[in-house]
């Protein structure tokens, strides 16, 4: 139980940097066991506690 506890609260940070403009890849690659974009820019985040997210993600161009 304590682990799943830490690591929402990892998540809840993660998502208040975010929010913040301040995102911690070091963070997000510790707590991230795999993430899938699909092809109408869907993306499901696979948590290593076994949460899994979902989000859209907006078509950009390369530059």
Sequence with gaps: MRHLIYEQ???QQE???IN???FRD???A???DRGI???NY???FE??????????????KKK
């Design 9 to 11: 609260e990892i998540i």
């Design 15 to 17: 998502y208040d940097d």
């Design 20 to 22: 913040d403009n301040n």
């Design 26 to 28: 070091d963070i997000f």
């Design 30 to 32: 510790k707590t991230v």
């Design 37 to 39: 974009l699909y092809h």
């Design 42 to 44: 869907e993306i499901t």
């Design 47 to 60: 948590f290593k506690c076994g949460i899994k997210r979902n989000g859209w993600t907006k078509k950009t």
